[in-house]
């Protein structure tokens, strides 16, 4: 860094300071360090889709639970209390009885660890809590195929639907495609001259 660039960076410290928007890095709350990850990183580095999902479960499932603390305060302790409510009997949010899903545990647990290793990386904590937290597991439904018969009675039952829901529905059955790729399918991915379907 040159002369000039340090006496800007200092100018635009000292406008920081007198203005109030400095926050010391020992005492800023989960809530504003999120911000700035958000602008700082995941606006560059995370793809849109992902993000949304992130700022989803951030805003929902997180900052309600770490959004008040100072980075530094957040313990592991806390990971694993707010980890394990997560999976208690009434932790869904969607109105429907139940727990959340180990997937959605797991999810919830690579964004809150996502966040404080940036924290970690950029020296404002000086170490991720959520590391010494292990991961929560997954467990994996047994899925249940249809038979032979089950599907040769679907086509007959399909014959007198309509076509988006033939051609939905056969997608499904024939490629094992899950209905957010078959949704998203669209002409440019169809190559009718060598029978094939990009996804």
Same mark, same amino acid.
């Given at each position: 860094?040159?002369?000039?660039?340090?006496?800007?960076?200092?100018?635009?410290?000292?406008?920081?300071?007198?203005?109030?928007?400095? +926050?010391?890095?020992?005492?800023?709350?989960?809530?504003?360090?999120?911000?700035?990850?958000?602008?700082?990183?995941?606006? /560059?580095?995370?793809?849109?889709?992902?993000?949304? =999902?992130?700022?989803? %479960? +951030?805003?929902? $499932?997180?900052?309600? *639970?770490?959004?008040?603390? $100072?980075?530094?305060? +957040?313990?592991?302790?806390? =990971?694993? !209390? %707010?980890?394990?409510?997560?999976?208690?009997?009434?932790?869904?949010?969607?109105? !429907?009885?139940?727990?959340?899903?180990? @997937?959605?545990?797991?999810?919830?647990?690579?964004?809150?660890?996502? *966040?404080?290793?940036?924290?970690?990386?950029?020296? #404002?904590? !000086?170490?991720?809590?959520?590391?010494?937290? !292990?991961?929560?597991?997954? &467990?994996?439904?047994? *899925?249940?195929?249809? &038979?032979?018969?089950?599907?040769?009675?679907? %086509? /007959?039952?399909?014959?007198?639907?309509? +076509?988006?829901?033939?051609?939905?529905?056969?997608?499904? #059955? &024939?490629?094992?495609? $899950?209905?957010?790729?078959?949704? @998203?399918?669209?002409?440019?991915?169809?190559?009718?001259?060598? @029978? &094939?379907?990009?996804?």
């Amino acid at each position: 860094m040159t002369k000039r660039e340090a006496e800007k960076e200092l100018a635009k410290f000292v406008v920081e300071v007198e203005s109030g928007e400095y +926050i010391d890095p020992a005492k800023m709350t989960f809530e504003a360090f999120v911000e700035e990850w958000y602008t700082k990183y995941a606006k /560059k580095e995370i793809s849109p889709r992902t993000l949304d =999902i992130y700022m989803r %479960f +951030i805003k929902n $499932r997180i900052l309600p *639970v770490f959004g008040h603390m $100072r980075l530094d305060q +957040i313990k592991p302790f806390h =990971i694993v !209390k %707010f980890l394990s409510e997560l999976s208690d009997e009434g932790s869904r949010h969607d109105g !429907k009885h139940g727990r959340l899903s180990s @997937g959605t545990v797991h999810y919830l647990y690579r964004v809150l660890n996502n *966040v404080l290793s940036r924290a970690e990386e950029w020296k #404002i904590i !000086k170490k991720n809590p959520a590391s010494d937290v !292990k991961k929560p597991k997954v &467990t994996y439904k047994e *899925v249940e195929v249809y &038979t032979e018969e089950e599907v040769a009675a679907l %086509f /007959k039952a399909l014959e007198n639907e309509p +076509i988006h829901w033939r051609m939905m529905i056969t997608l499904a #059955i &024939t490629t094992g495609l $899950r209905r957010g790729e078959i949704v @998203g399918l669209e002409w440019k991915h169809i190559d009718l001259d060598n @029978g &094939t379907l990009e996804v």
